[in-house]
């Protein structure tokens, strides 16, 4: 008799800006604190976490020592934990704190590659050094059509900082990934690609892309707002995606703390 496949369980945390100062704000909101209170929710309802996947920013200033924060409160899944860079992220100390994840070497991309039960999960780097916006070029989106290549039965997920959309944000819109129409037209050219979950905007959004559901996810301490003409930030509780992968399709749903308990000072 046929078995069927295990969900696959992945939890995607994103946006982390955790302060080499374990006291310090960002905006009046507790980074470190938050995710720590984060880490605790998953680990008290005893989630089944198979991947952990961060889609960037992990630190708010780039230092070796928030990294080194970061990976001490993610210590619980480093066995199976897959990361890409945000605009707040440096591959170069990245890779020094995370060495036994992450392959290459300086400023190489760090992209990942993982199969999940009969799904694969790409991992982008969207970083861009020096800017706030995100960069997609082409050798990327060869990349992406080779690892297609490799797993031609496969339903595919992306994972990476910029979504490659624009959300009608006037503020959002100002600091989003350049290079998304190459991307848009490989999702749309290779109906594999099913799910693309994404972080730098702090906030929970979806979309849709050709036959892809391009969702947000917000972010594990501070919150945006995409009103405004600037950057809005909002008080609502942290929080993180969970995703179901299984051989016929996904499930994915944010949950946050049940509580905000920290409101942000512009
Ligand atoms: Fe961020």
């Known amino acids: 008799m046929r078995e069927f496949m295990k969900p696959v369980r992945i939890l995607q945390l994103t946006d982390l800006h955790v302060l080499e100062d374990s006291e310090a704000r960002l905006k009046g909101i507790p980074t470190r ?14 989630e089944v976490v198979d991947h952990l996947v961060i889609t960037g920013d ?3 200033d780039e230092l070796p020592t928030s990294y080194s924060a970061v990976r001490s409160i993610l210590s619980p899944w480093l066995d ?14 990245m890779r020094s704190v995370f060495g036994d994840r992450i392959s290459g070497a300086g400023q190489q991309r760090i992209n990942f590659s993982f199969k999940a039960g009969s799904w694969l999960c790409l991992g982008l780097d969207t970083h861009l050094p020096g800017s706030v916006s995100g960069l997609i070029e082409d050798q ?12 031609p039965d ?23 990934l350049d ?19 994404c972080g730098h905007v702090h906030h929970e959004s979806s979309h849709r892309v050709g036959g892809a559901e ?3 996810t917000p972010s594990t301490g501070i919150q945006f707002s995409p009103d405004g003409e600037s950057a809005t930030f909002v008080a ?19 949950r946050r703390l049940s509580e905000t308990r920290y409101v942000p000072v512009p």
Not at 33 to 41: C, G, H, M, W
Not at 154 to 176: C, E, K, Q, T, Y
Not at 187 to 197: H, T, Y
Request: aromatic share 6%.
């Open 140 to 151: 990327q989106i060869e990349w992406i059509v080779e690892q297609l290549h490799n797993s």
């Open 80 to 93: 199976r934990l897959w990361q890409v860079p945000g605009n707040h992220d440096d591959r170069t100390v």
């Open 236 to 254: 609502a509780p942290p929080g993180y995606r969970v995703i179901e992968l299984t051989e016929h399709g996904y499930r994915t749903e944010v």
């Open 179 to 197: 290079g998304r129409e190459r991307l848009q037209k490989c999702i749309e050219q290779n109906p594999a690609i099913q799910l693309v979950c």
């Open 33 to 46: 604190e938050l995710l720590q209170d984060v880490i605790r929710k998953i680990q008290d309802s005893a």
């Open 214 to 216: 391009i969702v947000t």
């Open 154 to 176: 496969s339903r595919v997920a992306l994972f990476m900082h910029h979504p490659p959309v624009l959300l009608n944000s006037v503020w959002m819109d100002r600091i989003g």
């Open 58 to 60: 992990h630190t708010h």
